[in-house]
């Protein structure tokens, strides 16, 4: 079973909508960790965000917030008037406290038109 | 800001050749990662090392070993490329706060897109 799911293949925008990219994970731990990543066309994965299971305060960047729920093991991504410069792949990841067990999701593939 | 650089962006093998897949970190960290990208998969973990000459398995570790023998080099090996090995291969690095693997943010390098022919 999957354990990050990442149901959005693919999304496409109009600049200055707004997108939320959703995430559903799976674990049995109760200390884990779960992260956003963003892959530009250039090819690295940038590191965005961390949240650990303890900590369910959503969480506001500029134009980036992030929706952590335990009771539906979420950890939703939104971007607030995108941007053509957000068009990207953005992987949604899951590392377990026990045993270092690391997951990523399929990813989600971000096209805002201009 | 930590660098992580893979030794190739590109690379093409034929099949049956040993094939070296090589990186580098700059920021004396613990923890080194190789995984491969694969369209409609996303990431997934073939071996990561906590330490100079550990190295634990990840999903996916047939077909593929590693070494390092050094901190900031981490290296991929595939004994007997095939096609089916075909891929992009993202390398990470991380560091542990309290011997926690887990819980720090993995830097990745650009990648290398390996063919096997």
């Known amino acids: 079973a999957q354990k990050v799911t990442q149901a959005q293949t693919e999304i496409s925008v109009v600049e200055k909508e707004d997108v939320t990219l959703d995430c559903v994970y799976e674990t049995r731990d109760t200390t884990y960790y779960l992260f956003w990543y963003k892959q530009p066309p250039s090819g690295e994965l940038v590191f965005l965000i961390r949240?650990?299971?303890?900590?369910?305060q959503n969480e506001i960047s500029g134009r980036y917030s992030w929706n952590f729920q335990k009771s539906t093991s979420s950890f939703n991504f939104t971007i607030t008037a995108s941007q053509v410069v957000d068009s990207a792949v953005y992987f949604c990841?899951?590392?377990?406290?026990?045993?270092?067990?690391?997951?990523f999701g399929t990813g989600t593939s971000l096209t805002v038109i201009p | 800001d930590v660098k992580v650089t893979q030794s190739s962006r590109y690379l093409v093998k034929r099949t049956g050749e040993k094939v070296f897949l090589e990186c580098v970190q700059d920021m004396d960290h613990e923890n080194m990662f190789w995984y491969r990208q694969d369209p409609g998969l996303g990431l997934r973990l073939i071996y990561f090392?906590?330490?100079?000459?550990?190295?634990e398995k990840g999903d996916i570790p047939e077909g593929y070993s590693v070494s390092r023998e050094k901190k900031e080099r981490f290296s991929l090996i595939l004994e007997s490329a095939s096609t089916n090995q075909t891929s992009m291969y993202l390398c990470a690095s991380s560091t542990s706060v309290r011997e926690i693997i887990s819980n720090q943010p993995q830097h990745f390098g650009d990648g290398t897109r390996l063919s096997i022919l």
């Open positions: 990841a899951l590392s377990e406290y026990t045993g270092n067990q690391f997951y």
């Open positions: 949240r650990n299971s303890f900590d369910e």
């Open positions: 090392s906590y330490d100079v000459k550990m190295k």
